[in-house]
């Protein structure tokens, strides 16, 4: 019960973080907003009012929203139009964006705990993190922390290379060159063909780290959110052209079976290695903000990249799009996300 209020609570606070970032961007633009809400309707309670803005409770905990004052408009006051469709598109295109810009910084920050505790790669150098029973890595005598040189003589200064040229030879022996605590080894060992999901030799790899000052850390955690953000863009790419490729999208109970593999993985730590630092939860949580950041950036209705390609076309053509077009557009693109959402969650609990 408590890893599953944990998630939730996590989950909330990245959304609600994500609608923060559309306030702050919608108050810099001078953009009034009437409320900002932790959750979602039914309202409990008003928490204060500061700047023309309610701040609030709502009794389902999941996130939060952002409310724009709404106007009247018309000869009679028939047609409802909030402060941000009456925006100038620039300014609306800033809104749109900060939400998802807020998911990637979150990214960051988590990125540099994660940093500053585990230290940051040392980049030219490939040392083995882990070693599966009975493969041929540990038939062959690898030990977690060696320093791979070479495979057969082609030097190894990334993982990519190591894997790259362990793939290469699938069934055919090739020779490691290692470097253990200041001597130098070479062990021969075969890959297994087909690969099983521990891999072609059995060995996880990675850089080696060493500790770094803030500065560093920041500029590492600036680095690798970015890989991730492109790493996600192109994943839709890379699993058309992968055959190893695979994925799919995950609901609630998805997300949450992956997060307890994640947290087990970080108590399995704590006990053989008396680490408490969640370095594999953040992880998770990582994944999830910027696959929140990135979907959200889609130029889909009643996604933040829905208002911003609209604000772009606007911004091109030099002419308002009519409210009502614009929010027939928003209330058909949020059916088709809910039908999708509810299409997804479903799934997951139906065989």
């Given at each position: 019960m408590t890893s599953l209020l944990t998630f939730i609570a996590a989950l909330a606070v990245m959304i609600?973080?994500?609608?923060?970032?559309?306030?702050?961007?919608?108050?810099?633009?001078?953009?009034?907003?009437e409320e900002f809400g932790i959750g979602f309707p039914p309202r409990l309670m008003t928490l204060f009012t500061a700047g023309g803005t309610r701040f609030t409770i709502n009794a389902i905990p999941l996130g939060g929203f952002v409310r724009p004052k709404t106007y009247r408009r018309g000869e009679e006051g028939e047609e409802v139009v909030d402060a941000l469709t009456l925006a100038p598109p620039r300014q609306q295109l800033v809104v749109a964006a900060a939400g998802p810009v807020m998911n990637f910084f979150?990214?960051?920050?988590?990125?540099?705990l994660i940093f500053a505790h585990q230290g940051v790669p040392q980049m030219g150098k490939v040392v083995v993190m882990d070693v599966a029973p009975d493969s041929p890595a540990a038939q062959a005598g690898l030990q977690q922390g060696d320093q791979i040189l070479a495979v057969d003589h082609t030097p190894v200064t990334s993982p990519q290379t190591l894997h790259d040229e362990i793939y290469a030879h699938l069934g055919q022996p090739?020779?490691?060159?290692l470097q253990r605590q200041g001597q130098t080894l070479t062990v021969t060992l075969i890959p297994r063909n087909p690969p099983p999901p521990t891999g072609a030799i059995g060995i996880a790899m990675g850089y080696p780290l060493r500790s770094a000052n803030l500065f560093t850390a920041a500029w590492w955690s600036l680095r690798a959110t970015a890989e991730d953000i492109w790493r996600v863009v192109k994943l839709p790419v890379t699993m058309l052209r992968s055959r190893e490729a695979s994925g799919q999208l995950l609901g609630y109970k998805g997300m949450y079976n992956v997060y307890r593999q994640f947290r087990a993985a970080d108590m399995q730590a704590e006990r053989q290695q008396g680490d408490a630092f969640p370095l594999n939860t953040l992880v998770f949580f990582i994944m999830v903000t910027l696959s929140l950041g990135v979907f959200n950036l889609l130029p889909l209705p009643a996604?933040?990249?829905?208002r911003i390609a609209i604000a772009l076309v606007e911004m091109v053509v030099r002419r308002r799009l009519p409210v009502q077009?614009?929010?027939a557009i928003n209330l058909v693109g949020?059916?088709?996300?809910?039908?999708?959402?509810?299409?997804?969650?479903?799934?997951?609990?139906?065989?």
């Open positions: 609600l973080l994500h609608e923060f970032g559309h306030f702050l961007a919608a108050r810099w633009m001078g953009i009034p907003i979150i990214a960051v920050v988590l990125y540099a090739i020779t490691l060159t996604l933040d990249g829905g077009v614009v929010n949020f059916v088709l996300l809910l039908g999708l959402l509810l299409l997804i969650n479903l799934r997951e609990w139906v065989p």
